[in-house]
């Protein structure tokens, strides 16, 4: 796998945090000037004293910013030692003023620059430490966060004020600038591709930007909300749709797409991962909760949600309604005849109809704000690379290397490109990889150096494509059978099996068929590749189905 295709990334994942925040505090202030034509010496004067930097310094982070690719990581401050301009204060001296600025200055106590001075040169002298200098202390300060400083010293209340005004939602005055996602189970029972049979309600994420109240993305899936589900909404925001639709065979277009400025989002789990935070950070994308208690925030996603279901109640057979009650002696089981497709179609559909009426605050069909606003401000760029966007949003897991490659939950991983590293592996930290749980068979690696992500396949690549749910549902039955010592042979031939009861079954049960409509994006025509080692595989059965390459599944 010398050949395989590099998906260029830095290190996202792998940067300290407080290097990272630096990052993201210099990409604030320095992108804005970056744009300008000229930027003058008052603007980079005040840029330097934010970032405690000297103004050629600044000049020196605006060319980079112009050069670089409008990520954050194109700001990571240099790791190297010494030079002006440069913190050349001892790792230990550091985290002295780190943890008292915690501690002492970002707290209810408001404790003044001069007294945090004092403390720090106090903590140094008991220590035979390098005392700093007071102005060292004053630009660790100013390249905090204000809001950070406002929260921390004054309170939730005082610092509301710099976030929206009047205790209203702050004005949205062009296009994706906001973009509010939310989840919702569908109440609609789906019937399965082969027998037509009831498998249960599918899960829809859907994305609406809030100037124009356009829908710029949603996700029909059989999971419950994930990071991932998140991901694949984001991708299908920000990457051209008119792939996508051909694929559907929807004949509509649907041009609203683009990279938002800024996400709005309830408080669960899946809007809080790491993976999400930073993805968005690395890609220039805010994130904003909507304050607990106050449910006039957000309130426009959930609007577009209830609008859905209430046209799956009028229109579609097999929905569940609201509740029991609505539901009444309606068998939504009987009735059901939508598949998952047939749905994410009806969607579609649905959208383009709900694009063309008039909108009651806007007073006019969204599609024709989007367009008044393009008009205005241009058409938003789109991402080209939706693989490459994706991966910065799937789930992160680290794994040391060793002589055979990488093992994930029983599966090794192996490629040919994993040589030079397997040589000098015992001086190697773990690595950060990243996979998706659709498709297992393959992973991201992040190089040593945080450079770029590599593919690397199944050791073995005639191990058909599974999803980590097949693997975790094998894992589960063979240790009940007692299988205390678990190797990737019996886990794919456990799979096999698996797959075999509801390949040949005349009636499957709701799980099985859910479990087999999970599986419809795996199919591939392609022949097997044969294994990497080829006396690793023992049990190699020719009839068994092809990992799909993942830009069939990620491209939209």
Not at 538 to 550: L, Q
């Amino acid at each position: 796998m010398s050949d395989t295709p590099k998906i260029p990334e830095k290190g996202v994942a792998t940067l300290p945090e407080e290097i990272w925040e630096q990052a993201c505090r210099r990409t604030e202030i320095i992108g804005p000037l970056a744009e300008l034509d000229v930027v003058g010496h008052q603007a980079t004067d005040t840029a330097a004293r934010q970032l405690g930097l000297s103004r050629r310094q600044v000049y020196v982070l605006i060319n980079q910013a112009r050069q670089g690719t409008g990520l954050v990581t194109d700001l990571v401050p240099g790791r190297s030692g010494g030079g002006k301009g440069k913190r050349r204060l001892p790792e230990s001296v550091e985290r002295i003023i780190r943890t008292l600025v915690q501690k002492q200055y970002l707290n209810k106590q408001k404790c003044s620059l001069a007294t945090l001075n004092r403390k720090i040169t106090q903590a140094c002298k008991a220590q035979n430490l390098p005392v700093p200098a007071r102005n060292t202390v004053a630009r660790r300060i100013a390249s905090l966060d204000p809001l950070k400083i406002s929260r921390s010293r004054e309170g939730q209340n005082v610092t509301r004020d710099l976030q929206s005004a009047g205790g209203v939602p702050p004005a949205i005055t062009s296009p994706l600038e906001q973009v509010q996602i939310d989840h919702t189970v569908i109440d609609l029972v789906v019937v399965d591709e082969r027998d037509r049979q009831p498998i249960g309600r599918p899960y829809l994420t859907i994305a609406i930007e809030v100037f124009t109240r356009c829908v710029v993305g949603i996700v029909v899936t059989l999971e419950p909300p994930s990071t991932v589900s998140v991901g694949l909404c984001l991708a299908h925001i920000v990457c051209d749709k008119r792939p996508w639709l051909e694929e559907l065979n929807v004949e509509m277009s649907w041009p609203m797409s683009g990279k938002p400025k800024q996400l709005y989002l309830d408080n669960a789990a899946e809007f809080k991962s790491e993976a999400l935070r930073r993805g968005c950070e690395q890609h220039g994308i805010k994130l904003n909760y909507r304050p607990r208690n106050q449910p006039h925030y957000g309130g426009i996603v959930e609007r577009i949600i209830g609008t859905a279901m209430q046209m799956i109640h009028d229109e579609l057979p097999g929905t569940t309604f609201s509740n029991p009650y609505q539901r009444g002696e309606y068998n939504s089981e009987k009735m059901a005849a939508l598949t998952l497709y047939d749905l994410e179609r009806w969607f579609v559909l649905a959208v383009g109809v709900y694009h063309g009426s008039i909108h009651s605050s806007l007073l006019q069909p969204p599609e024709a704000r989007w367009a008044e606003a393009v008009t205005s401000v241009g058409v938003p760029s789109v991402v080209n690379n939706a693989t490459a966007f994706l991966i910065d949003f799937l789930p992160i897991a680290r794994r040391k290397l060793n002589r055979t490659g990488f093992v994930l939950d029983h599966i090794y991983y192996y490629g040919d490109v994993l040589k030079p590293w397997i040589a000098k592996r015992d001086r190697l930290a773990a690595f950060l990889i990243r996979r998706d749980p659709r498709d297992i068979s393959r992973i991201w690696v992040l190089e040593p150096e945080g450079n770029q992500y590599i593919e690397i396949p199944y050791r073995t690549l005639s191990h058909p494509a599974i999803t980590l749910w097949e693997q975790r549902q094998a894992l589960e039955r063979l240790r009940q059978k007692g299988r205390e010592q678990v190797d990737e042979y019996s886990l794919f031939r456990m799979v096999k099996q698996m797959r075999d009861i509801i390949t040949t079954a005349q009636k499957t049960t709701r799980k099985a068929r859910k479990d087999a409509d999970r599986r419809q994006h795996l199919r591939s025509s392609e022949p097997a590749a044969k294994s990497i080692l080829p006396d690793f595989d023992k049990t190699k059965n020719d009839n068994e189905e092809p990992a799909k390459p993942f830009d069939q599944i990620e491209e939209w």
